[in-house]
């Protein structure tokens, strides 16, 4: 019986006994099946140690792909007096034994005691493939993967026996589908009949990525000459034709990626302009000092996490849930402290209020930059908010902006329904729409004014933890929204907190889809010039609050 009839046998018994026999005696039949396979591995022809190699890949146990790796790097010798084979150590001049199958230190031996398996360039090679095969067949979940998507990027017919043995037997719907992808590509190979890499096309045309569109093409490429690689017209005809099929669904998911993506910017720019659309709203005051309001809010995200890491490094997850609270209190109470300070004082006299609020800008910045210095800081993200959503197409949705889209909106519908269903909204409204029949009403402005530029600097505090998962926290944090936030609120419509969400979403989507064209700093200077134009047409935005003093 040839070495090769052995392999496969003892491979089937093991199998066998895998499902039938106890824990006990699967131990004991895994550990002699390789013990036979591994003393194989001393024949003197290279073909039979090819054999052996390719005998121990189809076990897959972990313990083979120590054995292939001592093998390939000269770490597998076998004992002269008894031929046991044993991956060897070199300490100084004494060679430390192990046993490859007990993974168990044996002995120490002389170099005289011991000789070295010799390998040659055909048998490396194999040995690698059987290495790159062996993680096919491991119980990790993620080498599987991972051995899929290599075995895709340099598919070898060699491989293409154990990559159907290994599809035929996983379960995991995406490590299945990602090796249905890599055997698809080594059927397209040119050494397949062309019934096998027509239908081998059909598979890859389900998969929408890039890199099968890269493999598709190279069947279409002419030489000089204007021979194509691909001789057979039919295989070059169904290949064009999946080849539509890819790029029109590419394109398709693209253009969703970019809507995706331009909803996040929108996200972010409405965090950033809602709590200025309250207070230039109602007030009619330009804070300039709104961004580092924002600022605030991300550098106690920063504290609290901090505490967290310190004294409740368990409950890192939960940070951010006592962050946002605990933000809104800060930057509220800091623009309850501004108003009461400065803003009273110059209400009517927008220039000096514009000035007072930007020196006050200038201060706060400072003032962090003394107490956490001017340096980045480091604002993690719990384990929730980690990884993404990787989607046909290519298209990867990170769940960090997934989220802070959730939460903007989130944050919008709760202020509509403050200001819609209280008593507080009540009055803001009032004031917004005829700030002296207000008064006449009883309605104390200057306490509603307070509470308001409170409100929106809280608001503005939130949305500093929400951009701190985006962006380094740091003393200029703020100023790199603060333009931005005062476009979204003139082109949606002062003091109207629908025209923030959908200038700001407006913005978003248009800022993503001129960047590919225009680049991002050109993008924003059509923007820019867009919302000139546009705010000649209507000066007080898409959606302008109504009533006698914002009429008169």
């Not at 120590?66 to 076998?78: T, V």
């Not at 993506?261 to 659309?277: K, R």
């Not at 993503?512 to 209507?538: C, M, N, S, T």
Request: proline fraction near 3%.
């Amino acid at each position: 019986m040839s070495l090769g009839q052995r392999s496969t046998i003892s491979g089937a018994i093991f199998s066998v006994f895998l499902i039938i026999m106890s824990p006990i005696s699967s131990v004991a039949q895994d550990t002699l099946s390789l013990t036979e396979m591994v003393t194989a591995l001393t024949a003197k022809g290279f073909d039979e140690k090819a054999a052996a190699v390719e005998a121990l890949a189809e076990v897959g146990e972990d313990q083979v792909e120590l054995i292939l790796e001592a093998l390939l790097e000269g770490r597998l010798y076998a004992r002269k007096n008894d031929g046991k084979v044993l991956i060897v150590e070199k300490r100084d001049k004494i060679y430390l034994l192990f046993d490859p199958v007990e993974l168990t230190e044996v002995g120490q031996a002389s170099k005289k005691e011991i000789t070295k398996l010799r390998v040659n360039n055909r048998l490396r090679r194999i040995i690698r493939s059987a290495l790159g095969r062996l993680t096919l067949l491991s119980p990790d979940p993620a080498k599987r993967m991972e051995a899929a998507g290599v075995l895709f990027q340099k598919p070898s017919p060699a491989n293409a026996s154990i990559l159907a043995a290994a599809l035929e037997r996983e379960t995991d719907t995406a490590i299945r589908s990602k090796m249905a992808k890599a055997l698809a590509a080594i059927q397209l190979g040119p050494q397949n009949p062309v019934e096998t890499r027509i239908a081998a096309i059909a598979e890859l045309e389900a998969f929408v990525e890039p890199e099968v569109r890269s493999l598709l093409s190279a069947l279409l490429i002419q030489d000089d000459s204007g021979a194509f690689r691909e001789q057979d017209a039919n295989v070059r005809a169904v290949a064009k034709r999946a080849l539509e099929n890819i790029e029109s669904k590419l394109r398709l998911y693209g253009i969703l990626e970019t809507l995706f993506h331009g909803l996040s910017l929108g996200s972010v720019l409405l965090l950033a302009a809602i709590g200025l659309a309250i207070t230039f709203g109602v007030m009619g005051v330009i804070n300039m000092a709104h961004g580092e309001m924002v600022m605030l809010g991300a550098y106690t995200t920063f504290i609290v996490q901090e505490l967290f890491r310190t004294y409740l490094p368990g409950g890192f997850d939960y940070s951010l849930m006592v962050a946002i609270p605990l933000a809104f209190a800060v930057s509220g109470f800091a623009g309850i402290c501004v108003e009461r300070g400065i803003i009273r004082y110059l209400y009517g006299r927008p220039l000096e209020t514009l000035l007072a609020t930007w020196g006050l800008s200038l201060i706060l910045q400072q003032l962090v930059r003394t107490v956490f210095g001017p340096t980045n800081r480091e604002v993690g993200s719990p384990s929730w908010m980690m990884g993404a959503v990787d989607l046909t197409g290519g298209i990867v949705l990170p769940y960090n902006r997934i989220y802070i889209i959730l939460f903007s909106i989130t944050v919008l519908i709760v202020l509509l329904a403050v200001l819609r269903h209280t008593t507080f909204g009540l009055r803001m409204r009032a004031v917004t729409q005829n700030r002296s029949m207000a008064g006449a009403m009883g309605i104390r402005t200057g306490r509603i004014d307070m509470s308001t530029f409170g409100l929106g600097c809280g608001v503005a505090g939130m949305a500093g933890v929400a951009l701190s998962q985006l962006d380094n926290v740091s003393p200029n944090l703020g100023q790199a929204y603060i333009i931005d936030s005062f476009m979204v609120v003139v082109f949606g419509g002062v003091g109207n907190l629908w025209g923030t969400f959908v200038g700001a979403m407006s913005l978003g989507l248009i800022n993503k889809f001129l960047e590919p064209y225009a680049g991002a700093v050109l993008g924003k200077i059509f923007v820019l010039v867009f919302i000139i134009l546009f705010i000649q047409k209507r000066p007080r935005g898409l959606f302008a609050l109504k009533g006698r003093a914002v009429e008169s």
